[in-house]
């Protein structure tokens, strides 16, 4: 399974390249219009998540290390360390 950001850019790009393709019409391209929808929908969901983690390393980096139930919750490893 493929889960970096730059495996979304890939896939957003290569959603953008099937509505651009002029041979799909009628049915076909309403369904890859909702397609589009559910990519754009779930794409905004990991960008904001992305941001939430790199703000959270960012507070850790500012305050200090987390409590371990905090990093533990937001992915974040153990600050002690860096």
Known sequence: MKNSLTDLNNHLFAQMERLGDESIKGEALED?????????????????????????HEVASEVGKLGSAQGKVLGIEDQSNA
């Open 32 to 56: 890859e219009i909702g397609r589009a929808r559910a990519v754009a929908g779930i794409a905004d969901r990991i960008i904001n998540n992305a941001s939430t983690i790199i703000r959270a």
